[in-house]
């Protein structure tokens, strides 16, 4: 396994793992699936702002990515910073997540901010527990905040300290 920077030759492959989390799972809140366009327009725009977009890949093939953007989009927020990792299917288990996840969370520090988000759907235990493993803590509870697949959803909201506070 390979952890780099994505360039515009993984987009390919940014698509299908987006488009199957929509598809398969409640990590993405999106009912749609996006065409290459729109993961073209995504990526060109985290790197223009300079947001890291990391890949994991294995054996010639995109497997995984994490990338973190802003978190509000009023200037008091810029210190602070949301996540979001997504491994296909195929791919769990592996060791993956963990990998990028490693690579971005020390991305955001060299960065300099201050704190890292994760908004987690309730019921998703694997990501709730990948995030504790990192120092992650839970500062938030929202019930039935969202829809999909006919059903209400919950967020559960992680913080991960990434400075002492002054």
């Known amino acids: 396994m390979t952890v780099r920077e994505a360039t515009e030759a993984d987009l390919p492959g940014l698509l299908a793992i987006h488009n199957e989390a929509v598809r398969t799972t409640t990590a993405i809140w999106d009912e749609s699936e996006v065409d290459l366009d729109d993961r073209r327009a995504w990526l060109l725009e985290r790197q223009a702002a300079g947001f890291p977009v990391l890949v994991a890949e ?12 802003p978190w509000r989009p009023k200037s008091g927020y810029r210190h602070t910073v949301e996540n979001s990792l997504y491994v296909l299917a195929s791919h ?17 520090r060299d960065a300099g901010f201050h704190r ?42 992680m913080q991960l300290d990434l400075t002492p506070i002054r």
């Not at 294995?58 to 953007?69: E, F, P, R």
């Open 58 to 69: 294995v054996d010639g093939v995109v497997a995984g990515y994490s990338s973190y953007g």
């Open 116 to 157: 890292m988000m994760a908004m987690i759907e309730s019921s998703n235990t694997v990501s709730v527990d990948l995030h504790r493993r990192r120092g992650f803590r839970v500062v938030g509870q929202m019930d039935q905040v969202g829809t999909k697949f006919g059903h209400w959803l919950d967020l559960t909201v």
């Open 92 to 108: 769990h288990g592996h060791g993956l997540a963990s990998a990028l996840f490693d690579r971005l969370i020390a991305h955001a």
